[in-house]
C-alpha cells in the first residue's frame, strides 16, 4: 500500500489549504481513513478521521468546526479542508489507513501511513 499526501504549503493565519492523500495498493473503499500531524518537539496527534464510506467523520477539538475530512473512492482520494488556519496547525501532516473500515482515534490501530505534507501557518 502506498498513501502519497500532497497539497501542504505555506499560509497565512486565517487563510485555507486543501490536503489530498491518493492510496493504491488495495481496495480504498474498504478502510477507514485518517489524518494526524506532528509539530517539531511534540508527539503526532489525531487530527481527523472518517470511515469507508465517508458516512461517520470525527474530528479533535482543536480543529472541529474548522477542517473538513472527505473521501472519494472512485479516485482513491482523501482530503483534508483546512480553513481558518491559525499558527498552531502548524505541521507535518500525515494521512494514514486503517486497519479495517471504521475510524480510529489512535496511531497504533492505522497500518499504512502516507509520507507526510509540511504545513506552516505564518502569524
Known amino acids: 500500500v502506498q498513501l502519497q499526501a500532497s497539497g501542504g504549503g505555506l499560509v497565512q493565519a486565517g487563510g485555507s489549504l486543501r490536503l489530498a492523500c491518493v492510496a493504491s495498493?488495495?481496495?480504498?473503499?474498504?478502510?477507514?481513513m485518517g489524518w494526524f500531524r506532528q509539530a517539531p518537539g511534540k508527539e503526532r496527534e489525531f487530527v481527523a478521521a472518517?470511515?469507508?464510506?465517508?458516512?461517520?467523520?470525527y474530528y479533535s477539538d482543536s480543529v472541529k468546526g474548522r477542517f473538513t475530512i472527505s473521501r472519494d473512492n472512485a479516485k482513491n482520494t482523501l482530503y483534508l479542508q483546512m480553513n481558518s488556519l491559525r499558527p498552531e496547525d502548524t505541521a507535518v501532516y500525515y494521512c494514514?489507513?486503517?486497519?479495517?473500515?471504521?475510524?480510529?482515534?489512535?496511531?497504533?490501530?492505522?497500518?499504512?501511513w502516507g509520507q507526510g505534507t509540511q504545513v506552516t501557518v505564518s502569524s
Open positions: 494514514a489507513q486503517n486497519r479495517d473500515g471504521s475510524s480510529s482515534l489512535y496511531p497504533p490501530d492505522y497500518n499504512y
Open positions: 495498493g488495495r481496495t480504498f473503499n474498504r478502510y477507514g
Open positions: 472518517i470511515i469507508w464510506s465517508g458516512a461517520s467523520t
